[in-house]
């Protein structure tokens, strides 16, 4: 039988959206400076995985839809709300 291969989801943005996501993260800090930075590191993360077997799966995160799924969540927009979002979004369109 073959092996499943374990599925990641890793949020992602667009260079047009960075910087307002950096500025509405109450952990910008965690998030590189720029969105170079960002994209190499995102990048070689995935690629690692994809090494490792993984199937990865980006989720792109849109300022004012996190936003609004954070609010309807009573979440803080960091770190937290990034993962429990792309894990809610895994396999389908991201929707508000």
């Known amino acids: 039988m073959p092996e499943t291969k ?3 989801a ?3 943005y667009s260079r047009e959206d960075y910087p307002d996501i950096r500025r509405m993260m109450t ?5 590189a400076p720029t969105y170079e930075q960002w994209l190499a590191a995102a990048e070689n993360n995935e690629s690692v995985g994809k090494q490792a077997g993984l199937d990865i799966e980006r989720i792109p995160i849109e300022p004012s839809t996190f936003a609004r ?3 309807a969540g009573g979440l803080e927009p960091d770190s937290t709300a990034r993962m429990r979002y792309v894990a809610e979004m895994q396999g389908k369109t991201a929707k508000p």
């Not at 952990?27 to 998030?31: A, G, Q, S, V, W």
């Open 10 to 12: 890793l949020p992602w």
């Open 27 to 31: 952990d910008r800090h965690n998030l």
């Open 69 to 71: 799924w954070c609010a």
């Open 6 to 8: 374990r599925k990641i």
